[in-house]
Protein backbone atom coordinates (compact mmCIF):
# COMPACT_ATOMS: atom_id res chain seq x y z
CA UNK A 1 0.00 0.00 0.00
CA UNK A 2 2.47 2.31 1.15
CA UNK A 3 5.18 1.66 -2.10
CA UNK A 4 1.25 2.42 -4.40
CA UNK A 5 1.02 5.52 -2.40
CA UNK A 6 4.18 6.36 -3.55
CA UNK A 7 3.74 5.77 -7.07
CA UNK A 8 0.59 7.56 -7.48
CA UNK A 9 2.40 10.60 -5.74
CA UNK A 10 5.29 10.35 -7.94
CA UNK A 11 3.22 10.15 -11.30
CA UNK A 12 1.31 13.24 -10.25
CA UNK A 13 3.97 14.91 -9.29
CA UNK A 14 4.06 17.08 -12.27
CA UNK A 15 0.59 17.32 -12.81
CA UNK A 16 0.43 19.29 -16.38
CA UNK A 17 3.33 16.47 -17.81
CA UNK A 18 1.63 13.70 -16.42
CA UNK A 19 -2.06 14.68 -17.69
CA UNK A 20 -0.90 15.25 -21.41
CA UNK A 21 1.36 12.14 -21.46
CA UNK A 22 -1.81 10.05 -20.41
CA UNK A 23 -4.24 12.23 -23.17
CA UNK A 24 -1.57 11.19 -25.42
CA UNK A 25 -1.36 7.38 -24.36
CA UNK A 26 -5.41 7.65 -24.54
CA UNK A 27 -5.18 9.04 -27.95
CA UNK A 28 -2.24 6.64 -29.16
CA UNK A 29 -4.90 3.64 -27.72
CA UNK A 30 -8.09 4.79 -29.16
CA UNK A 31 -6.49 5.22 -32.73
CA UNK A 32 -4.92 1.63 -32.04
CA UNK A 33 -8.22 0.54 -30.99
CA UNK A 34 -10.13 1.76 -34.15
CA UNK A 35 -7.39 0.92 -36.71
CA UNK A 36 -7.76 -2.84 -34.93
CA UNK A 37 -11.45 -2.69 -35.29
CA UNK A 38 -10.94 -1.60 -38.81
CA UNK A 39 -8.90 -4.54 -39.87
CA UNK A 40 -11.17 -6.98 -37.97
CA UNK A 41 -14.47 -4.99 -39.88
CA UNK A 42 -12.60 -5.75 -43.20
CA UNK A 43 -12.64 -9.30 -42.20
CA UNK A 44 -16.40 -9.23 -40.71
CA UNK A 45 -17.06 -11.81 -43.67
CA UNK A 46 -14.90 -14.21 -42.81
CA UNK A 47 -15.33 -13.97 -38.97
CA UNK A 48 -19.41 -15.33 -39.89
CA UNK A 49 -18.38 -17.49 -42.45
CA UNK A 50 -19.64 -20.79 -40.96
CA UNK A 51 -16.78 -24.12 -41.21
CA UNK A 52 -19.99 -26.46 -42.95
CA UNK A 53 -20.32 -24.28 -45.81
CA UNK A 54 -18.71 -23.95 -49.03
CA UNK A 55 -19.01 -22.07 -52.61
CA UNK A 56 -19.53 -22.84 -55.48
CA UNK A 57 -18.33 -20.48 -58.53
CA UNK A 58 -16.92 -20.13 -61.94
CA UNK A 59 -13.27 -21.63 -62.17
CA UNK A 60 -12.62 -18.24 -64.53
CA UNK A 61 -14.26 -15.54 -62.34
CA UNK A 62 -17.29 -14.68 -60.23
CA UNK A 63 -18.61 -12.88 -62.86
CA UNK A 64 -19.11 -15.83 -65.25
CA UNK A 65 -22.17 -17.66 -63.75
CA UNK A 66 -22.84 -21.40 -63.59
CA UNK A 67 -25.86 -23.19 -65.25
CA UNK A 68 -28.75 -24.01 -62.80
CA UNK A 69 -28.38 -27.59 -63.79
CA UNK A 70 -26.06 -27.94 -61.69
CA UNK A 71 -27.28 -27.97 -58.33
CA UNK A 72 -28.57 -31.59 -58.78
CA UNK A 73 -25.49 -32.57 -59.51
CA UNK A 74 -23.77 -30.98 -56.61
CA UNK A 75 -27.09 -32.40 -54.10
CA UNK A 76 -25.79 -35.93 -55.63
CA UNK A 77 -22.33 -35.69 -54.45
CA UNK A 78 -21.57 -37.73 -51.10
CA UNK A 79 -21.27 -35.31 -48.17
CA UNK A 80 -23.48 -32.24 -49.45
CA UNK A 81 -26.66 -31.76 -47.51
CA UNK A 82 -27.92 -28.80 -48.92
CA UNK A 83 -27.51 -26.83 -51.94
CA UNK A 84 -28.68 -22.98 -52.63
CA UNK A 85 -27.51 -20.85 -54.93
CA UNK A 86 -27.98 -16.93 -55.30
CA UNK A 87 -26.55 -14.28 -58.20
CA UNK A 88 -25.26 -10.84 -57.07
CA UNK A 89 -28.10 -8.20 -58.14
CA UNK A 90 -26.48 -5.16 -58.09
CA UNK A 91 -29.43 -2.73 -57.52
CA UNK A 92 -29.62 0.99 -56.64
CA UNK A 93 -32.03 2.24 -54.05
CA UNK A 94 -32.96 5.91 -55.26
CA UNK A 95 -29.34 6.90 -55.34
CA UNK A 96 -25.87 5.27 -55.62
CA UNK A 97 -24.64 6.68 -53.05
CA UNK A 98 -26.88 4.28 -50.65
CA UNK A 99 -25.31 1.10 -51.46
CA UNK A 100 -25.97 -2.19 -49.44
CA UNK A 101 -25.55 -5.64 -50.93
CA UNK A 102 -28.41 -7.47 -52.07
CA UNK A 103 -28.85 -10.99 -54.16
CA UNK A 104 -31.26 -12.93 -55.43
CA UNK A 105 -31.49 -16.25 -53.88
CA UNK A 106 -33.36 -19.59 -54.00
CA UNK A 107 -35.15 -18.56 -50.36
CA UNK A 108 -36.05 -21.67 -48.97
CA UNK A 109 -32.44 -23.64 -48.82
CA UNK A 110 -30.96 -19.95 -48.19
CA UNK A 111 -32.82 -19.46 -45.29
CA UNK A 112 -32.02 -23.12 -44.46
CA UNK A 113 -28.50 -22.63 -45.05
CA UNK A 114 -28.16 -19.69 -43.26
CA UNK A 115 -29.58 -20.29 -39.70
CA UNK A 116 -27.82 -16.61 -38.33
CA UNK A 117 -30.16 -14.98 -40.03
CA UNK A 118 -33.25 -14.71 -37.41
CA UNK A 119 -36.65 -14.15 -38.56
CA UNK A 120 -39.75 -14.80 -36.82
CA UNK A 121 -41.92 -18.07 -38.36
CA UNK A 122 -44.33 -15.63 -40.27
CA UNK A 123 -41.93 -13.53 -41.29
CA UNK A 124 -40.50 -16.47 -43.03
CA UNK A 125 -43.81 -18.10 -44.19
CA UNK A 126 -44.75 -14.16 -45.63
CA UNK A 127 -41.36 -14.27 -47.73
CA UNK A 128 -41.49 -17.45 -49.21
CA UNK A 129 -45.54 -17.24 -50.15
CA UNK A 130 -44.68 -13.91 -51.97
CA UNK A 131 -42.55 -14.13 -55.07
CA UNK A 132 -41.97 -10.52 -54.87
CA UNK A 133 -40.89 -10.36 -51.43
CA UNK A 134 -37.46 -9.34 -49.71
CA UNK A 135 -35.93 -9.52 -46.73
CA UNK A 136 -33.82 -6.98 -45.09
CA UNK A 137 -31.66 -7.08 -42.41
CA UNK A 138 -32.76 -4.96 -39.10
CA UNK A 139 -29.82 -2.17 -39.75
CA UNK A 140 -30.43 -2.06 -43.66
CA UNK A 141 -34.40 -1.72 -42.67
CA UNK A 142 -33.91 0.99 -39.92
CA UNK A 143 -31.31 3.47 -42.52
CA UNK A 144 -34.19 3.73 -44.83
CA UNK A 145 -37.07 3.00 -42.65
CA UNK A 146 -38.32 0.78 -44.22
CA UNK A 147 -41.16 -1.37 -42.69
CA UNK A 148 -42.79 -4.82 -42.97
CA UNK A 149 -45.67 -4.46 -46.11
CA UNK A 150 -43.74 -1.53 -47.84
CA UNK A 151 -42.87 -1.57 -51.37
CA UNK A 152 -38.76 -0.99 -52.39
CA UNK A 153 -37.79 -0.15 -55.66
CA UNK A 154 -34.27 -1.16 -57.12
CA UNK A 155 -33.25 0.32 -60.38
CA UNK A 156 -31.24 -2.47 -61.68
CA UNK A 157 -27.59 -2.13 -63.15
CA UNK A 158 -26.73 -5.88 -64.17
CA UNK A 159 -30.35 -6.36 -64.84
CA UNK A 160 -32.30 -3.53 -66.23
CA UNK A 161 -35.24 -1.67 -65.12
CA UNK A 162 -36.90 -1.00 -62.29
CA UNK A 163 -37.09 -3.96 -59.50
CA UNK A 164 -40.38 -3.46 -57.22
CA UNK A 165 -39.75 -5.50 -53.79
CA UNK A 166 -42.71 -5.72 -51.04
CA UNK A 167 -40.81 -6.07 -47.67
CA UNK A 168 -41.74 -9.46 -46.18
CA UNK A 169 -39.31 -10.16 -42.93
CA UNK A 170 -36.78 -8.05 -41.06
CA UNK A 171 -33.99 -10.36 -39.71
CA UNK A 172 -31.52 -10.15 -36.78
CA UNK A 173 -27.77 -11.55 -36.49
CA UNK A 174 -27.69 -14.14 -34.23
CA UNK A 175 -24.56 -12.45 -33.04
CA UNK A 176 -23.22 -9.17 -33.47
CA UNK A 177 -20.46 -10.21 -36.44
CA UNK A 178 -23.84 -11.02 -38.86
CA UNK A 179 -23.72 -8.24 -41.29
CA UNK A 180 -27.23 -7.23 -40.73
CA UNK A 181 -27.43 -4.96 -44.10
CA UNK A 182 -28.45 -7.01 -46.81
CA UNK A 183 -31.34 -7.60 -48.87
CA UNK A 184 -32.46 -10.81 -50.12
CA UNK A 185 -35.34 -11.70 -52.80
CA UNK A 186 -35.99 -14.73 -54.90
CA UNK A 187 -34.20 -15.85 -57.56
CA UNK A 188 -36.97 -17.52 -59.49
CA UNK A 189 -38.42 -14.05 -59.41
CA UNK A 190 -35.03 -12.38 -61.36
CA UNK A 191 -35.51 -16.02 -63.31
CA UNK A 192 -39.15 -15.53 -64.49
CA UNK A 193 -38.25 -12.03 -65.63
CA UNK A 194 -34.97 -13.12 -67.60
CA UNK A 195 -36.86 -15.44 -69.42
CA UNK A 196 -39.61 -13.46 -70.58
CA UNK A 197 -37.26 -10.71 -71.43
CA UNK A 198 -35.53 -13.73 -73.32
CA UNK A 199 -32.07 -13.06 -71.83
CA UNK A 200 -29.00 -14.90 -71.97
CA UNK A 201 -29.24 -14.79 -67.66
CA UNK A 202 -31.94 -16.64 -67.44
CA UNK A 203 -31.46 -20.29 -65.38
CA UNK A 204 -28.19 -18.99 -64.47
CA UNK A 205 -26.56 -19.31 -60.96
CA UNK A 206 -24.02 -16.57 -59.72
CA UNK A 207 -23.23 -19.35 -57.01
CA UNK A 208 -23.99 -22.27 -55.36
CA UNK A 209 -23.99 -22.36 -51.53
CA UNK A 210 -23.12 -25.54 -50.50
CA UNK A 211 -24.02 -27.12 -47.19
CA UNK A 212 -22.09 -30.21 -46.21
CA UNK A 213 -23.06 -33.14 -43.35
CA UNK A 214 -19.57 -32.88 -41.46
CA UNK A 215 -17.38 -29.56 -41.72
CA UNK A 216 -14.96 -32.32 -41.41
CA UNK A 217 -15.37 -33.31 -45.00
CA UNK A 218 -15.25 -29.92 -46.70
CA UNK A 219 -12.33 -30.12 -48.48
CA UNK A 220 -13.27 -33.74 -49.60
CA UNK A 221 -16.71 -32.38 -50.83
CA UNK A 222 -14.87 -29.33 -52.38
CA UNK A 223 -12.83 -31.77 -54.60
CA UNK A 224 -15.41 -34.02 -55.29
CA UNK A 225 -17.78 -31.26 -56.73
CA UNK A 226 -14.86 -29.84 -58.68
CA UNK A 227 -14.14 -32.97 -60.56
CA UNK A 228 -18.06 -33.31 -61.07
CA UNK A 229 -17.34 -30.20 -63.32
CA UNK A 230 -13.90 -31.07 -64.85
CA UNK A 231 -13.27 -30.80 -68.40
CA UNK A 232 -17.47 -28.98 -68.75
CA UNK A 233 -17.93 -25.42 -70.53
CA UNK A 234 -18.35 -24.58 -66.73
CA UNK A 235 -15.51 -25.52 -64.81
CA UNK A 236 -16.08 -24.42 -60.87
CA UNK A 237 -13.90 -23.62 -58.18
CA UNK A 238 -15.14 -24.83 -54.78
CA UNK A 239 -13.67 -23.75 -51.67
CA UNK A 240 -15.04 -23.17 -47.95
CA UNK A 241 -16.83 -19.82 -47.11
CA UNK A 242 -14.19 -18.79 -44.76
CA UNK A 243 -11.97 -19.38 -48.25
CA UNK A 244 -14.30 -17.31 -50.48
CA UNK A 245 -14.16 -14.54 -47.98
CA UNK A 246 -10.65 -14.15 -48.00
CA UNK A 247 -10.15 -14.13 -51.57
CA UNK A 248 -12.18 -11.10 -51.84
CA UNK A 249 -9.90 -9.57 -48.64
CA UNK A 250 -6.82 -10.77 -50.81
CA UNK A 251 -7.70 -8.02 -53.33
CA UNK A 252 -7.04 -4.97 -51.10
CA UNK A 253 -4.44 -6.86 -48.80
CA UNK A 254 -2.18 -3.99 -49.36
CA UNK A 255 -4.26 -0.91 -47.68
CA UNK A 256 -4.62 -4.14 -44.56
CA UNK A 257 -1.14 -4.49 -44.59
CA UNK A 258 -0.56 -0.17 -44.02
CA UNK A 259 -3.44 0.78 -41.87
CA UNK A 260 -1.71 -2.46 -39.88
CA UNK A 261 1.78 -0.70 -40.16
CA UNK A 262 0.45 2.46 -38.90
CA UNK A 263 -1.55 0.44 -35.88
CA UNK A 264 2.13 -0.32 -34.75
CA UNK A 265 3.77 3.20 -35.76
CA UNK A 266 1.17 4.77 -33.29
CA UNK A 267 2.52 2.44 -30.66
CA UNK A 268 6.28 3.06 -31.52
CA UNK A 269 5.23 6.95 -31.19
CA UNK A 270 3.75 6.99 -27.78
CA UNK A 271 6.62 4.42 -26.65
CA UNK A 272 8.85 7.38 -27.11
CA UNK A 273 6.84 10.01 -25.58
CA UNK A 274 6.47 8.22 -22.72
CA UNK A 275 10.15 7.05 -22.94
CA UNK A 276 10.82 10.89 -22.64
CA UNK A 277 8.79 11.32 -20.03
CA UNK A 278 10.13 8.64 -17.85
CA UNK A 279 13.48 9.99 -18.78
CA UNK A 280 12.73 13.37 -17.37
CA UNK A 281 11.13 12.03 -14.42
CA UNK A 282 14.72 10.14 -13.40
CA UNK A 283 16.35 12.80 -14.31
CA UNK A 284 14.55 15.20 -11.89
CA UNK A 285 14.55 12.12 -9.18
CA UNK A 286 18.63 10.51 -9.23
CA UNK A 287 19.05 12.48 -6.10
CA UNK A 288 16.12 10.88 -4.61
CA UNK A 289 16.80 7.60 -5.86
CA UNK A 290 20.08 8.16 -4.49
CA UNK A 291 18.43 8.67 -0.91
CA UNK A 292 16.33 5.42 -0.89
CA UNK A 293 19.57 3.81 -1.90
CA UNK A 294 21.48 4.99 1.12
CA UNK A 295 18.51 4.18 3.12
CA UNK A 296 18.68 0.64 2.26
CA UNK A 297 16.59 0.20 -0.67
CA UNK A 298 18.31 -2.20 -3.35
CA UNK A 299 18.28 -1.85 -7.04
CA UNK A 300 15.20 -3.94 -7.51
CA UNK A 301 12.76 -2.03 -5.19
CA UNK A 302 13.91 1.40 -7.00
CA UNK A 303 13.48 -0.54 -10.54
CA UNK A 304 9.58 -1.38 -9.17
CA UNK A 305 9.46 1.92 -8.41
CA UNK A 306 10.02 3.72 -11.92
CA UNK A 307 8.50 0.58 -13.49
CA UNK A 308 5.32 1.11 -11.47
CA UNK A 309 4.90 5.00 -12.38
CA UNK A 310 5.35 4.26 -15.93
CA UNK A 311 2.71 1.39 -15.73
CA UNK A 312 0.32 3.58 -13.53
CA UNK A 313 0.47 6.44 -15.90
CA UNK A 314 0.28 4.09 -19.25
CA UNK A 315 -2.41 2.50 -17.65
CA UNK A 316 -4.64 4.78 -16.57
CA UNK A 317 -4.42 6.70 -20.25
CA UNK A 318 -4.36 3.19 -21.82
CA UNK A 319 -7.67 2.40 -19.92
CA UNK A 320 -9.04 5.73 -21.41
CA UNK A 321 -8.23 5.06 -24.79
CA UNK A 322 -10.22 1.71 -24.01
CA UNK A 323 -13.44 3.33 -22.67
CA UNK A 324 -13.35 5.86 -25.45
CA UNK A 325 -12.75 3.10 -28.33
CA UNK A 326 -16.69 1.74 -28.28
CA UNK A 327 -18.52 4.86 -28.57
CA UNK A 328 -15.80 6.23 -30.80
CA UNK A 329 -16.09 3.31 -32.97
CA UNK A 330 -20.25 3.00 -32.95
CA UNK A 331 -20.14 6.71 -34.29
CA UNK A 332 -17.01 6.21 -37.18
CA UNK A 333 -19.14 2.68 -37.67
CA UNK A 334 -22.35 4.69 -38.44
CA UNK A 335 -20.29 6.83 -40.78
CA UNK A 336 -18.77 3.63 -42.39
CA UNK A 337 -21.64 1.49 -42.37
CA UNK A 338 -22.36 1.25 -46.22
CA UNK A 339 -18.89 -0.14 -46.47
CA UNK A 340 -18.39 -2.03 -43.45
CA UNK A 341 -22.02 -3.60 -41.90
CA UNK A 342 -19.73 -4.90 -39.06
CA UNK A 343 -18.01 -2.52 -37.36
CA UNK A 344 -17.61 -3.69 -33.63
CA UNK A 345 -14.85 -3.65 -31.62
CA UNK A 346 -13.53 -7.18 -30.98
CA UNK A 347 -12.14 -9.07 -27.76
CA UNK A 348 -9.17 -9.46 -29.74
CA UNK A 349 -8.54 -5.68 -30.32
CA UNK A 350 -9.00 -5.10 -26.43
CA UNK A 351 -6.55 -7.61 -25.50
CA UNK A 352 -3.64 -6.19 -28.35
CA UNK A 353 -4.72 -2.56 -26.58
CA UNK A 354 -3.72 -4.05 -23.45
CA UNK A 355 -1.19 -5.83 -24.45
CA UNK A 356 0.39 -2.47 -26.36
CA UNK A 357 -0.01 -0.60 -22.70
CA UNK A 358 2.12 -3.04 -21.21
CA UNK A 359 4.45 -2.59 -24.06
CA UNK A 360 4.52 0.59 -23.88
CA UNK A 361 4.89 0.96 -20.73
CA UNK A 362 7.90 -1.41 -19.72
CA UNK A 363 9.61 -0.29 -22.42
CA UNK A 364 9.69 3.46 -21.89
CA UNK A 365 10.85 2.37 -18.05
CA UNK A 366 14.07 0.67 -19.20
CA UNK A 367 16.78 3.13 -19.72
CA UNK A 368 15.80 5.07 -16.68
CA UNK A 369 15.57 1.90 -14.31
CA UNK A 370 18.82 0.82 -15.80
CA UNK A 371 20.28 4.34 -15.08
CA UNK A 372 18.85 4.44 -11.76
CA UNK A 373 19.98 1.17 -10.56
CA UNK A 374 23.40 1.79 -12.10
CA UNK A 375 24.41 5.18 -10.19
CA UNK A 376 26.12 5.34 -7.22
CA UNK A 377 25.42 6.53 -4.18
CA UNK A 378 27.58 9.11 -3.64
CA UNK A 379 27.41 10.80 -7.47
CA UNK A 380 23.44 11.06 -6.97
CA UNK A 381 23.95 12.79 -3.77
CA UNK A 382 26.20 15.16 -5.95
CA UNK A 383 22.93 16.43 -7.80
CA UNK A 384 21.14 17.40 -4.90
CA UNK A 385 21.39 21.07 -3.99
CA UNK B 1 35.40 3.01 24.86
CA UNK B 2 36.15 0.49 22.15
CA UNK B 3 36.20 2.03 18.57
CA UNK B 4 33.25 1.28 16.88
CA UNK B 5 34.72 2.64 13.57
CA UNK B 6 38.29 1.82 12.47
CA UNK B 7 39.50 3.11 9.86
CA UNK B 8 42.96 1.82 8.12
CA UNK B 9 44.80 2.84 5.88
CA UNK B 10 42.17 4.38 3.56
CA UNK B 11 42.93 5.59 0.13
CA UNK B 12 40.76 6.83 -2.44
CA UNK B 13 41.37 8.73 -5.46
CA UNK B 14 39.26 10.44 -7.80
CA UNK B 15 39.85 9.56 -11.86
CA UNK B 16 39.59 12.87 -14.04
CA UNK B 17 40.26 11.36 -17.77
CA UNK B 18 43.54 9.30 -17.25
CA UNK B 19 44.77 11.29 -14.15
CA UNK B 20 44.03 10.35 -11.03
CA UNK B 21 43.18 12.73 -8.87
CA UNK B 22 44.17 11.71 -4.93
CA UNK B 23 41.78 12.84 -2.44
CA UNK B 24 41.73 10.83 0.59
CA UNK B 25 46.07 9.42 1.57
CA UNK B 26 46.80 6.30 3.73
CA UNK B 27 44.25 7.71 6.49
CA UNK B 28 43.63 5.94 10.03
CA UNK B 29 41.30 6.35 12.43
CA UNK B 30 39.67 5.39 15.17
CA UNK B 31 36.25 6.30 16.46
CA UNK B 32 35.11 4.81 19.83
CA UNK B 33 31.51 3.71 20.35
CA UNK B 34 29.24 6.90 21.83
CA UNK B 35 31.86 9.62 20.15
CA UNK B 36 30.73 12.38 18.63
CA UNK B 37 33.63 13.63 15.92
CA UNK B 38 33.62 16.41 13.82
CA UNK B 39 35.49 16.16 10.53
CA UNK B 40 36.57 20.02 9.46
CA UNK B 41 38.23 20.83 7.15
CA UNK B 42 38.61 23.29 3.85
CA UNK B 43 36.39 22.23 0.51
CA UNK B 44 37.93 19.70 -0.96
CA UNK B 45 39.86 18.37 1.23
CA UNK B 46 37.96 14.94 1.29
CA UNK B 47 35.39 15.26 4.23
CA UNK B 48 32.74 14.68 3.10
CA UNK B 49 34.53 11.82 0.81
CA UNK B 50 35.75 9.84 3.99
CA UNK B 51 32.32 10.28 5.72
CA UNK B 52 30.63 8.38 2.37
CA UNK B 53 33.24 5.59 2.92
CA UNK B 54 32.48 5.21 6.59
CA UNK B 55 28.57 5.03 5.88
CA UNK B 56 29.38 2.69 2.80
CA UNK B 57 28.18 5.07 0.34
CA UNK B 58 31.50 4.68 -2.12
CA UNK B 59 34.33 2.21 -2.14
CA UNK B 60 37.53 2.47 -0.92
CA UNK B 61 40.70 2.34 -3.54
CA UNK B 62 42.95 0.50 -0.89
CA UNK B 63 42.81 0.11 2.61
CA UNK B 64 39.90 -1.08 4.91
CA UNK B 65 36.93 0.17 7.04
CA UNK B 66 35.31 -1.59 9.73
CA UNK B 67 32.31 -0.47 11.88
CA UNK B 68 31.02 -2.60 14.90
CA UNK B 69 33.90 -5.39 13.81
CA UNK B 70 32.59 -5.60 10.42
CA UNK B 71 35.40 -4.99 7.40
CA UNK B 72 32.46 -2.96 5.20
CA UNK B 73 34.65 -2.84 2.36
CA UNK B 74 34.83 -6.81 2.27
CA UNK B 75 30.93 -6.86 1.02
CA UNK B 76 28.79 -7.02 -1.76
CA UNK B 77 26.48 -4.12 -3.31
CA UNK B 78 23.45 -6.22 -1.66
CA UNK B 79 25.21 -6.49 1.49
CA UNK B 80 26.42 -3.47 2.00
CA UNK B 81 22.22 -2.12 1.36
CA UNK B 82 21.38 -4.25 3.69
CA UNK B 83 24.38 -3.43 6.44
CA UNK B 84 23.31 0.59 5.81
CA UNK B 85 19.38 0.37 6.67
CA UNK B 86 20.35 -1.12 9.98
CA UNK B 87 23.62 0.16 11.39
CA UNK B 88 23.75 3.67 9.47
CA UNK B 89 21.70 6.61 9.97
CA UNK B 90 21.91 9.54 7.88
CA UNK B 91 21.61 13.25 7.86
CA UNK B 92 22.47 15.36 4.88
CA UNK B 93 22.71 19.23 4.34
CA UNK B 94 19.66 19.36 2.25
CA UNK B 95 18.03 17.11 4.24
CA UNK B 96 16.61 14.88 1.42
CA UNK B 97 13.27 14.35 2.44
CA UNK B 98 11.03 12.87 -0.11
CA UNK B 99 8.82 15.33 -1.05
CA UNK B 100 5.42 13.39 -1.65
CA UNK B 101 5.43 12.18 1.69
CA UNK B 102 4.29 13.16 5.14
CA UNK B 103 7.05 13.58 7.81
CA UNK B 104 5.43 10.02 9.45
CA UNK B 105 5.60 8.78 5.97
CA UNK B 106 9.44 9.85 5.54
CA UNK B 107 10.40 8.83 8.76
CA UNK B 108 8.73 5.26 7.88
CA UNK B 109 11.03 4.93 5.26
CA UNK B 110 13.72 3.15 6.31
CA UNK B 111 11.27 0.55 8.39
CA UNK B 112 9.42 -1.00 5.63
CA UNK B 113 12.67 -2.52 4.91
CA UNK B 114 12.36 -4.21 8.39
CA UNK B 115 10.38 -6.79 9.41
CA UNK B 116 7.88 -5.06 11.74
CA UNK B 117 4.35 -5.05 11.66
CA UNK B 118 2.19 -1.35 10.54
CA UNK B 119 1.55 -0.92 14.62
CA UNK B 120 5.27 -0.93 15.79
CA UNK B 121 6.25 0.82 12.36
CA UNK B 122 3.97 3.29 13.74
CA UNK B 123 4.89 3.69 17.38
CA UNK B 124 8.97 3.37 16.26
CA UNK B 125 7.96 6.52 14.09
CA UNK B 126 5.86 8.65 16.82
CA UNK B 127 8.70 7.99 19.29
CA UNK B 128 11.23 9.49 16.86
CA UNK B 129 9.28 12.44 15.91
CA UNK B 130 8.31 13.04 19.77
CA UNK B 131 12.21 13.07 19.97
CA UNK B 132 12.66 15.69 17.59
CA UNK B 133 9.53 17.53 18.77
CA UNK B 134 7.78 17.45 15.41
CA UNK B 135 4.90 14.92 16.50
CA UNK B 136 2.29 17.87 15.83
CA UNK B 137 3.57 18.38 12.58
CA UNK B 138 3.35 14.71 11.30
CA UNK B 139 1.15 15.06 8.61
CA UNK B 140 2.90 17.71 7.01
CA UNK B 141 4.74 17.49 3.60
CA UNK B 142 8.42 18.77 3.60
CA UNK B 143 7.60 21.50 1.86
CA UNK B 144 5.23 22.80 4.32
CA UNK B 145 7.82 22.77 6.67
CA UNK B 146 10.76 25.34 7.84
CA UNK B 147 14.38 24.59 6.70
CA UNK B 148 14.82 23.30 10.52
CA UNK B 149 12.03 21.37 10.78
CA UNK B 150 12.85 19.04 7.67
CA UNK B 151 15.95 18.98 9.39
CA UNK B 152 14.19 17.48 12.35
CA UNK B 153 12.55 15.03 10.60
CA UNK B 154 15.71 13.68 8.58
CA UNK B 155 17.51 13.05 12.10
CA UNK B 156 14.11 11.57 13.00
CA UNK B 157 14.38 9.34 10.30
CA UNK B 158 18.05 8.87 10.81
CA UNK B 159 17.36 7.51 14.48
CA UNK B 160 14.33 5.64 13.87
CA UNK B 161 15.78 2.48 13.02
CA UNK B 162 18.15 2.77 15.92
CA UNK B 163 21.24 2.45 13.89
CA UNK B 164 24.84 2.09 14.93
CA UNK B 165 26.25 5.24 14.20
CA UNK B 166 24.75 8.37 13.11
CA UNK B 167 26.45 10.18 9.84
CA UNK B 168 25.83 14.01 9.39
CA UNK B 169 27.30 15.88 6.36
CA UNK B 170 26.96 19.67 6.70
CA UNK B 171 23.72 18.71 8.47
CA UNK B 172 23.49 22.63 9.62
CA UNK B 173 24.71 24.38 5.89
CA UNK B 174 21.69 25.35 4.85
CA UNK B 175 20.29 26.69 8.31
CA UNK B 176 20.03 30.34 9.72
CA UNK B 177 21.68 30.62 13.19
CA UNK B 178 18.72 30.10 15.10
CA UNK B 179 17.95 26.40 13.48
CA UNK B 180 21.59 25.54 13.69
CA UNK B 181 21.68 25.94 16.73
CA UNK B 182 18.26 23.54 17.45
CA UNK B 183 19.65 21.18 15.07
CA UNK B 184 23.24 21.08 17.37
CA UNK B 185 21.98 20.81 20.63
CA UNK B 186 19.41 17.69 19.31
CA UNK B 187 22.37 16.22 18.18
CA UNK B 188 23.91 16.95 21.28
CA UNK B 189 21.02 15.17 23.09
CA UNK B 190 21.47 12.27 21.34
CA UNK B 191 24.58 11.86 21.88
CA UNK B 192 24.79 12.63 25.72
CA UNK B 193 21.34 11.21 26.71
CA UNK B 194 21.37 7.99 23.43
CA UNK B 195 24.75 7.46 23.16
CA UNK B 196 24.91 7.87 19.52
CA UNK B 197 27.99 7.84 17.43
CA UNK B 198 28.23 10.48 15.60
CA UNK B 199 30.66 11.91 12.90
CA UNK B 200 29.73 15.39 11.35
CA UNK B 201 31.30 16.76 8.44
CA UNK B 202 31.62 20.79 8.86
CA UNK B 203 33.48 23.87 8.21
CA UNK B 204 31.08 25.82 10.35
CA UNK B 205 33.46 26.25 13.66
CA UNK B 206 30.12 26.66 15.94
CA UNK B 207 28.66 23.77 14.87
CA UNK B 208 31.67 21.68 15.28
CA UNK B 209 32.20 23.39 18.83
CA UNK B 210 29.61 20.34 19.74
CA UNK B 211 31.81 18.01 19.25
CA UNK B 212 33.96 16.31 21.64
CA UNK B 213 36.36 15.70 19.08
CA UNK B 214 37.51 17.41 16.33
CA UNK B 215 40.00 15.86 13.25
CA UNK B 216 41.21 18.06 10.14
CA UNK B 217 41.36 16.75 6.61
CA UNK B 218 44.01 18.85 4.32
CA UNK B 219 44.59 17.94 1.11
CA UNK B 220 43.60 14.32 1.86
CA UNK B 221 45.96 13.76 4.76
CA UNK B 222 44.27 13.56 8.87
CA UNK B 223 46.16 16.05 11.05
CA UNK B 224 45.98 16.23 14.67
CA UNK B 225 43.74 15.19 17.53
CA UNK B 226 41.72 17.71 19.31
CA UNK B 227 39.68 16.94 21.74
CA UNK B 228 37.35 19.68 23.68
CA UNK B 229 34.89 20.29 26.12
CA UNK B 230 31.94 21.14 24.17
CA UNK B 231 29.23 24.07 25.03
Do not use: C
Not at chain 2, 6 to 21: C, D, H, L, T
Not at chain 2, 31 to 45: Q, R, V, W, Y
Amino acid sequence: MFILKILIRNAFRHKLRTLLTILGITVAILAFGLLRTFINAWYGGVEASSASRLVTRSSISLIFHLPLSYKDKIRQVDGVKTVSWGTWFGGVYIDEKNFFANFAVDAKSYLELYPEFLLSPEETTAFLRDRKGFVAGRKLAKRFGWKIGDTVTLRGTIYPGNWDFVLRGIYRGRNETIDETQFFFHWDYLNEMMKKRGSARADQAGWYMVGVTRPDRATEVALAIDRTFKNSLAETLTETEKAFQLSFISMSETIIMAIELVSFVVIIIIIAVVANTMSMTYRERIGEYAIFKTLGYRGWRIAGMIVGESMIITLIGSFLGIVLTFPVAGIVGKMLSNYFPVFNVAEEAIYMDLAASIIIGLIAAIVPTYRSVRIRIADGLRRIG
Amino acid sequence: MAPIVEIINVSKSYWRGNRAIPVLVDINLSIAEGEFLALMGPSGSGKSTLLNLIAALDHVDSGAIQVGGIDITALSENELAEWRAVNVGFIFQFYNLIPVLTAFENVELPLLLTGLSRRQRNEHVEMALRIVNLEERMDHYPAQLSGGEQQRVAIARAIVTDPVILVADEPTGDLDKVAAREILELMDRLNRESHKTIIMVTHDPRAAEKARVIRRLEKGFLNDVHSQDPH
